[in-house]
């Protein structure tokens, strides 16, 4: 765990999120010259023995230019489509822009369901080890070509915090078009201050978060928090800069004060618990009283059929399921040792067989 920027110098593995605006200009055409910043300076990183993973936005954006259109299209197979045009030429300016360093690439395509079962997450996770181990840099984005909802990650500043879970990364960097996160938009007020840390993301920050402008992405700042989030609780920590800096990730990683670094917890998760807390979807929900909650959060206990007041959605045994309490707060998630079915048979009851074993439990970011 990095708890300050001058641990910055121990990184060894940093996963760096691009996004499209970082990469085409206002008509959605690629800039040679912006894909070959980001190489020159991950290249860089490489050469200085750092291992790097990119995971890039741009093939619907680079679609959009190849046909003429400025519009984020509306429908499942317009997306489809443009960025089954726009990914090949997005991967061959990688391709060319490394070659140049001598570097070469490893393309994965990734779709959420490719990391919800444990086996296909292992699977990705020692992809990415052999392709650092073969001195290549994977270029990581989601395949919009075949996603539909159902096995969407949704956004890529999500996917990121995924790959950086998943690969076991120290840092997590993620480029846009501001310089980090602000106490107020910045686009409308001039007097609005950059916030240099964040050790925990409440409500407050929350409304601090604001949807993206731009016609090519998804999310804004908030799926950006939503990302720091995900990376913090698994002890990795994540830094929000600015794209259009020349030098930005080599800077972010000699500890400068550029962009936004979000503290990640100093307690971690272990890889399985990476993966069913975040990573998996969750299949449903069981609702918990007062006293079942003071066990599991201030003693640690496992949750036992006796302090289950309610169970919601359809689930089977091992799935991923949230856990809340009387109010409706989320206070974790876990793995199931009972179905929905079950539970619900089961729920109030003194049995010793717990639902939820402590061993297969994550609090919360806001409980942690």
């Known amino acids: 765990m990095i708890a300050d920027r001058s641990g910055f110098s ?24 912006r894909v070959k910043r980001i190489a020159a300076q991950l290249a860089e990183l490489h050469k200085n023995g750092t291992e790097v993973l990119l995971v890039t936005s741009g093939a ?85 070509t075949v996603s539909v909802e159902e096995i969407k990650f949704g956004d890529n500043d999500t996917l990121s ?11 997590l960097i993620i480029l846009t078009d501001t310089d980090g996160l602000f106490d107020k938009n910045p686009k409308l007020h001039k007097d609005a201050k950059r916030i240099a840390s964040v050790r925990k993301i409440d409500a407050s920050l929350e ?30 920590g994540m830094v929000i800069a ?25 307690r971690g998760l272990s ?17 918990i009283d007062d006293g079942c909650r003071d066990a599991l959060v201030k003693k640690g206990r496992s949750i036992l059929p006796v302090g289950v007041r309610d169970v919601k959605g359809s689930f089977e045994k091992g799935d991923s399921i949230t856990v809340l309490d009387l109010s409706g707060s989320v206070i974790g998630v876990g793995l199931s040792n009972y179905s929905a079915k ?12 717990e639902i939820i074993h402590r061993d297969n439990f994550v609090r919360s970011y806001n409980e942690s």
Not at 23 to 32: A, F, H, I, Q, S
Not at 74 to 96: F, I, N
Not at 342 to 348: C, I, L, P
Request: hydrophobic share 40%.
């Open 60 to 144: 619907v954006g680079l679609g959009l230019g190849i046909i003429g259109a400025s519009e984020y299209p509306k429908t499942l197979s317009e997306r489809q489509a443009l960025a089954a045009m726009g990914q090949s030429r997005l991967m061959h300016m990688y391709e060319v822009s490394f070659a140049k360093f001598g570097l070469r690439i490893g393309q994965v395509i990734l779709t959420a369901q490719d990391i919800h079962t444990r086996e296909r997450y292992i699977n990705v996770r020692n992809t990415f080890l052999k392709l650092l181990e073969y001195k290549a840099i994977p270029i990581v984005n989601e395949n919009d």
């Open 242 to 266: 600015c794209g259009y800096d020349d030098n930005i990730i080599p800077d972010v990683l000699a500890g400068k004060d550029k962009g936004t670094y979000f503290v990640p917890s100093a």
């Open 271 to 287: 890889l399985k618990k990476r993966w069913f807390a975040h990573t998996r979807k969750k299949k449903g929900a069981i609702v």
């Open 207 to 236: 409304a601090l978060a604001t949807g993206t402008d731009k016609v090519t992405a998804i999310g804004g700042m908030t799926t950006k928090l939503h990302a720091a989030r995900i990376a913090a609780q698994a002890g990795i």
């Open 10 to 33: 121990k990184v060894k593995r940093v996963v760096v999120k691009v996004g499209t605006s970082q990469l085409t200009d206002d008509k959605n055409m690629v800039v040679p010259e």
């Open 342 to 353: 079950e539970a619900t048979q089961y729920a109030g009851q003194k049995f010793k067989d």
């Open 161 to 171: 915090a995924n790959v950086a879970l998943c690969a076991d990364a120290d840092l």
